[in-house]
Every structure is written in C-alpha cells, then in structure tokens.
C-alpha cells in the first residue's frame, strides 16, 4: 500500500453512527474532513463483526452482507480526498456497557472465562464452537471490507476487547486450546489472522493493534507485548499498531495534559525490537506537535504515526503543518472532554468545536457587520470573536480584568496543566491575524451587540463571616509576591478541582496547603485520567487532604503565634465530629464559580459514573445533572433567529471545567453565526 505522508487518523468511536449501524451525513462529513485534512492513512471507529454476544447500539456493523451499502460509502467518504481506509473490525466480548444492544442486552455478557462485570453483570466463557464461530465471523468482515473498497482492515486485539480478553491472564482462565498456558491464549489471535487471510486474501493488508503492555495489576508487561507482537506477525499481520492499557488503567495511562508527548513510544522501541525493521510499527499516544512526530519518524521507533485527538482538535494538522501552518493548528491540549458526557451526544472537543460538526458550523458572511463586543475572555468569548469577525463584523474583546482564555488561562497557571494554555495560544493567533483588538475594561455603548463572556459570580462561602479570605481567582491570578501575605500555611477549601489546582499553585510557589473538601474526592469533576494526573501531583507535593469536611468558622487569631506570627484555626465539621483544624496563616475559598455545576455530593469518585476509560471510547450513558451542567447555563437558552442591535447583552458565559467549555463553546460559537 503506497500513502502519501506517514499519519495515520487511528480509530476513535464518534457517536455519529446511526442506531441501527448505518452511516450519517455528520458520520460522512467527519470522515471526509480527516480525508481532506491530509491524514495517509484513516482507520475507522471499530465495525463489530458478529452478533454472537450481544451488538453495541451506534457502532458500525460488519457482521452481514447488509452492512455492505454503509462500508461502501464509508470507503468512498474516507478515500475521496486520497487517503487510505482501513475498516477496524472488533468484538467487544464483555465491554458492552448496560443498555448498549438494540432490544437485547446480552445477559450473561461473553468473554473467554466466566467472570462479573464491576456493574454486577454475569460473563459466560464462549464455549469452543462459539469462538471457532466468531473465527469465521472475523473472517467474514474482513472479506466484506475487501468487497466494501477498504484498503486493508485493522483487526482490534488490545484496549480490552474481546481478543484482548483471550490474550490475557488476567481475563482468560480456559482450560481447553484458547487457554491453557502462553501459547494457548495467543491461539484465538493466530488462527484469527489466519482465517481472515484465507478470506480476504494475502495481498489485503491486516494492521493488528495490541496492547503492548496492559498497565494494571497482574497484567501482562511488554515483555508478553512482544510475544503478542511476534505471534501478529506469523500469523500474516501487515503492521503492528502499538496502543496500551485496558479499560481498568485508565488512571495510569499517559493520556492527559501534562503528561509529555509520545508517552508509548517506549513500548513502540519494544515492539520494534522484537519484530525487526522490516514489519511496519504504527504508534500512537499523544502525539502532538510535528517536531515529536518527525523524531519518532526519523530517529524513533515508528514508521507511521497516529494522532488521534490531534486530528480531533484539528483534522487539518497534517495540510497545515506541511504548508508550514503549524501556528495555525488547534492543538489537542490533553483535557479528555472529548471523553466526558456533554449536553449533546457524540464527540465534541472545546477547542475546536467545529470538530464534529463539519456540516453544521460553517462560515456564511453576515448579511450586515455590526460592532460585536465580547465581554470577557474565556473560551466561549474567544470563539464567538472569531466566528463573528470571520463573518466580517467588526469585533473587540473587553477583557474586564481576566486574563485571556478567562478561566482556561486560571487552569493553565497550575502545575502540570500549563500546556492547556496552548489553547489560548491558539486563539490569540487567530484573533490577530482577524485583526481582533483586546482591551482591558468594559464594553463601551456604542456596541451594536453584546456578548457576555464573563465567568458566573465566584462562590462566597457563609462560613467566611466578615473575615478577610482570597478566593481561587485572587491566588490564580497572583504572582510570587502578590501572594506572599497568604503566608506559608494555608487551608484551601472546597468541592472541585478548582480547590486542588489552588492547592498545586500555591505548593509551586513553596507554600504548605492543606485542602479541606465536602467531598470524598475533590477531582470528581475531571475525567479519570486527568484527575490521576492531579492526584500524583498532590501527592509529589505531600499535599494533605481532609474529605468529608465542611468548615463552619474561620478564626484568624485563635492558633498558636509562630515565628511571631499569628495563626488561624478552621472549625470544621468532619464525618459528623466537629474539630479545629490548624494553625494555618490563611484561607483560600475555592468553591468555584456558580456556572459550574453544583458538587458531587459526598461518595466515591466515581460519583460521575459516566467514564468508559481512558484508552479507548465515549459510552452512550445518559448524562446526569452534575455532569450535563445544563441546567440553567447559558446554552440552555434558545438562540434567537434575529439578533437585534441594542439589546440586552447575550450570555455566553465561561466555565472552569472542561467539559462545560465544550457546551458553552459550542453555543457561543452557533450563537456567533446568528449576528
Ligand atoms: C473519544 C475517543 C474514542 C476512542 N475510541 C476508540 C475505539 O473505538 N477504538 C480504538 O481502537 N481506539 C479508540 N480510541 C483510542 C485512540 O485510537 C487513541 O489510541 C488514543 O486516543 C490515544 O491517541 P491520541 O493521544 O493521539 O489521541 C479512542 C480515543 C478517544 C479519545
Ligand atoms: S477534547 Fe481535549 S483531549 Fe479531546 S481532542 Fe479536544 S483538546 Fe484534546
């Protein structure tokens, strides 16, 4: 297979696949926009390739010659523009997630080995006639892709599927030929490349992605990645494409801000070495920038790179950065909204919230330009800005005291999350070539619409009393020596990751918090992986933490005097018992802002129980209230077809959670397209 660049667009579940399988116009439209955008090589969101065990609603289907209309046009969309497609095929084995099949949830679910679900769902192991089916199934799909156009299919045997659950110990007891020692439960692979060889016939490229090492508790290590590398190739693998972990891991996955670049490159060197130079590795994991890209193409272990959400940031990367663009990329800044439950269903990202919407968010210019303030500086300001002076209206941004990026550029103050301030990079490169001034202060009257970007009032907590306080916005916002009267012994309290990220500040600048929360888990607003990211670097800086505990008063001069300086006792309310807790020099209350949705209330951080994981998709879960975040924002307004000039200023609103900029971006960016 000859490509034209070395990227690949790996697969990554959208949501825009219709209920019973079948492609859409936003399915088609996201597909041809990676096409367009200069990706080699796209491998699709995974078809699912037998029935025998229960189907997962909205994913595509290969499993009968019925599905042949859909992968035709799939084909068609993905190769139009000139790349490659290749068809993931897939069996998700016991990772249907409750609800998922149309009309039958499977119950028992089915794997190698009998087991329950942590959901309480019982598994069945296949009996050895329904896996020598499941063969013939894989075969099958692969032989419909060849018939459908596809360039070659990506057979998934990592991330916790189904032949995933074969290769592992930790999944697959059997006692019969697919089981039974090493070699055993690397049988169903082999005799699956096997069959679909036969079927699909040796000149039909087979990718084989794997998890080259599943980074969980008696999981298999790199050293069983090889093997699984190795047995790929025998069997008549094209390519190996190297990915890692299993739904379980997804809080020691490297996938989130802060974390580097290329973080599976390693397992990529491993790979590489065991099966030689001449089988071609694809490795995927934040890979970000073209200069990490080009390094792991030229000195590094990969022959193909993918970027997954690179090219969900910005499906053009790959054209921008070959015309030498790259300042203009959206870049990927790592937050996982794109897995997080948002207010409408399918992937989404706030940094770029045309992604996804490639039919629905275009450019018309605006019947007439008008003056359009944006008042405020968050991501919901920024966008609407951008659409609104690209539709030629002339446009200024009051940034009326915040920084730009508004609450975005609060976050990316924090240790570890600076590199969300990509994004704000990003915007201010855009604005400027739009010719976009930024002043400080308010809008002036003469503006003929006004869009109100600011955050929500910040929190006052009651216990406060008339004491002084800073709230996380006054330490946010501080440098070194604005904030040397907090002293160095401080409570920082509240419900959410805004408390921790205070807390990580403040430690960063050699202060000592103490965060005191309501909650069993102050990151219950992040997704899994960022809020493990977050907790390491609470725990780097011995950061303690007191959950469950509500303060009722704050008393500045009731602690002991040290080092000549007076301290403060915090009273709080701990599981029932009331103590003082302390001596602290200040307290920060960092409750939030009130757009953000109200707090978990007190239990286990998987409060939002709404994560698949951390390497792979988005389940379809209904959103709850504390994760939709709709109620009452902003975006739950209707847009008004006519937006008059003069009137009230319209609410775009800002937000300190990614997944709420994803909501509000959005309507801040189809309310722009009504001026
Ligand atoms: C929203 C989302 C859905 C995904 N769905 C799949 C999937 O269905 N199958 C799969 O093999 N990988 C899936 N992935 C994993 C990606 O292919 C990729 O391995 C991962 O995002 C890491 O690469 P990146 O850092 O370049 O995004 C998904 C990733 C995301 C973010
Ligand atoms: S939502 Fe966040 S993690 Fe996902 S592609 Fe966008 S920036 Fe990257």
């Given amino acids: 297979m000859s490509l034209r660049n070395r990227i690949v667009f790996p697969a990554i579940t959208t949501g825009f696949v219709g209920p019973r399988g079948e492609v859409t116009d936003r399915l088609l439209a996201w597909y041809r926009a990676r096409s367009a955008g200069g ?31 859909t992968l035709r046009q799939l084909a068609v969309a993905i190769q139009a523009d000139g790349a490659k497609a290749l068809l993931q095929l897939n069996h998700y084995g016991s990772r249907l997630p409750r609800g998922s099949s149309p009309g039958n949830d499977p119950e028992p679910l089915v794997s190698a080995s009998p087991t329950t679900m942590p959901d309480g769902r019982p598994v069945r192991a296949l009996t050895g006639a329904e896996v020598e089916c499941l063969i013939a199934a894989f075969a099958a799909a692969a032989a419909r892709a060849r018939a459908a156009g596809f360039d070659g299919v990506e057979l998934q045997a990592g991330h916790g599927n189904l032949l995933h ?10 006692r019969d030929r697919f089981g039974r020692g090493p070699a055993g439960r690397l049988r169903l692979l082999r005799d699956t490349l096997t069959a679909m060889r036969s079927a699909a016939g040796d000149d039909f490229p087979i ?19 090889q093997e699984i590398a190795r047995a790929a190739v025998a069997a008549g693998a094209a390519a190996i494409h190297v990915s890692a972990g299993t739904p379980e891991a997804r809080e020691d996955i490297p996938l989130c801000a802060g974390v580097g670049e290329a973080t599976l490159a390693g397992l990529a060197v491993s790979i590489r070495a065991a099966v030689g130079p001449a089988v071609p590795i694809i490795v995927s994991g934040r890979i970000l920038s073209p200069e990490t890209a080009e390094q792991l193409l030229t000195a590094g272990p990969a022959d193909l790179v993918a970027l997954g959400r690179a090219l969900v940031a910005d499906p053009a990367w790959p054209r921008k950065v070959a015309a030498g663009r790259s300042e203009e990329v959206w870049p990927c800044v790592g937050c996982m909204a794109c897995q997080l439950p948002a207010s409408e269903p399918g992937i989404g990202c706030p940094i770029n919230v045309e992604s996804g919407r490639e039919a629905e968010l275009t450019i018309e210019p605006a019947p007439q330009p008008r003056r359009v303030a944006v008042w405020g500086t968050g991501l919901p300001g920024l966008e609407a800005a951008r659409v609104a002076a690209l539709r030629g209206h002339e446009v200024t941004i009051y940034a009326a005291g915040w920084p730009l990026g508004g609450l975005l550029g609060l976050r990316s103050v924090v240790p570890g999350l600076a590199e969300m301030g990509r994004a704000i990079l990003a915007y201010a490169t855009a604005l400027k070539a739009l010719g976009v001034p930024v002043h400080d202060g308010q809008p002036s009257d003469d503006a003929d619409v006004i869009l109100d970007a600011r955050p929500q009032p910040e929190q006052h907590p009651d216990w406060i009393g008339g004491e002084t306080f800073w709230l996380a916005s006054d330490v946010l916002k501080s440098d070194l020596r604005a904030l040397i009267p907090l002293q160095r012994r401080v409570a920082i309290c509240g419900d959410s990751s805004v408390t921790a990220d205070v807390a990580l500040f403040l430690a960063g600048w050699g202060k000592r918090p103490t965060i005191v929360t309501p909650n069993t888990d102050p990151l219950w607003d992040l997704h899994p992986t960022l809020a493990a990211h977050v907790r390491r670097r609470l725990e780097g800086y011995r950061i303690a933490i007191e959950t469950e505990a509500e303060p009722i008063v704050w008393q500045p001069d009731a602690g002991p005097v040290r080092l000549g300086r007076s301290t403060g006792l915090l009273t ?6 009331q103590e003082d807790l302390g001596p602290f020099h200040s307290v920060v209350a960092a409750p939030g802002w009130d757009d953000d949705s109200p707090p978990a209330p ?16 988005q389940r379809e879960i209904p959103v709850p209230p504390l994760c939709g975040g709709t109620i009452g924002g902003p975006e739950s307004t209707p847009i008004p077809t006519t937006i008059p000039s003069g009137g009230p200023p319209l609410l775009l609103g800002d937000s300190y959670r990614p997944d709420r900029w994803r909501d509000l971006t959005l309507h801040a960016a189809r309310l722009a397209r009504r001026l």
């Fill in 165 to 174: 659950q074969f290769l592992s110990r930790v999944t697959n007891k059997r």
């Fill in 572 to 577: 709080i309310i701990q599981r029932g018992d």
């Fill in 602 to 617: 007190a239990g286990p951080s998987s409060s939002r129980g709404t994560l698949d994981n951390g390497t792979d998709e």
């Fill in 39 to 69: 990706a080699a090589l796209i491998v699709t969101e995974p078809a699912q390739v037998s029935a025998l065990g229960g189907l997962y609603r909205r994913r595509l289907r290969a499993d009968s010659d019925d599905a042949l209309p």
């Fill in 207 to 225: 990718v084989v992605r794997i998890s080259a090492a599943e980074l969980i508790e008696r999981g298999y290590d790199v050293a069983r990645g």
